[in-house]
C-alpha cells in the first residue's frame, strides 16, 4: 500500500513539474553597489517600465521570465550629483537545467511549465559594483590669454584679427 503511493507520488512529481522548476528559480537576486556609495539606482524592464527605484547599496529580486519563452532584460541606471550617469544591461542565458526536461520533466516541462515560469532563464551577473565617473559637464569654461607665439600652427588659420 506505502509503496504503491509512494510510486504514485512520484510519478506525479515527474509528470506535473519541471526540471528547471524543480533545480533553479523564477526570480533571482540582483545586488548594486558603487563608487560613490548611496547612488540613485532606477531598473526599468525592456518595456521601459521603472520596477525599481532606490540608493545603493540594494538587493533587488529580478523576474528572469518576461513572458512565455521570453527571457527578461532590465537596465540599471546610476546617478549621482557631480557623477556622470551609468547604464548597465542585466541580462539572462538559458538555464542548463531547462535540458534536464529530456530527462525528468519531460515534454510537459520542456514547453509549458518551465517556460511560462521563466525557470528556463538564468541570471548573467548577480553582483554590481559601479564606480561612477567625475562628470567633467559641472567644470566652469575658463578662458586663457595666449601669446601668438604659443599657438599651435594649425590654429593660426582660424584666426580672426580684432581691431
Known amino acids: 500500500m506505502y509503496l504503491k503511493m509512494t510510486a504514485i507520488m512520484m510519478a506525479s512529481v515527474f509528470l506535473f513539474s519541471s526540471c ?6 523564477s ?3 540582483l545586488s548594486i553597489n558603487s563608487s560613490p556609495s548611496n547612488a540613485k539606482v532606477s531598473i526599468t524592464d525592456k518595456k521601459g517600465k521603472e520596477i525599481y527605484l532606490g540608493n545603493t547599496p540594494a538587493t533587488v529580486k529580478l523576474k ?9 532584460e532590465y537596465q540599471v541606471k546610476l546617478t549621482s550629483p557631480g557623477y556622470d550617469d551609468k547604464i548597465v544591461p542585466i541580462t539572462f542565458k538559458l ?3 531547462y535540458f ?3 530527462l525528468l ?6 514547453l509549458i511549465i518551465d517556460p511560462a515560469t521563466g525557470a528556463m532563464w ?6 554590481l559594483n559601479e564606480t561612477l565617473s567625475k562628470s567633467t559637464a559641472s567644470i566652469d569654461p575658463e578662458m586663457k590669454i595666449m ?3 604659443e599657438i599651435p600652427e594649425n590654429w593660426k588659420t582660424h584666426l580672426v584679427r580684432v581691431n
Open 105 to 110: 520533466g519531460g515534454v510537459l516541462g520542456m
Open 27 to 29: 526570480t533571482y537576486p
Open 122 to 127: 538564468k541570471i548573467e551577473t548577480e553582483f
Open 147 to 149: 601669446n601668438i607665439n
Open 95 to 97: 538555464d542548463g537545467w
Open 64 to 72: 528572469a521570465g518576461a513572458g512565455f519563452f521570453s527571457k527578461a
Open 20 to 25: 528547471a522548476s524543480i533545480v533553479s528559480k
Open 100 to 102: 534536464g526536461n529530456l
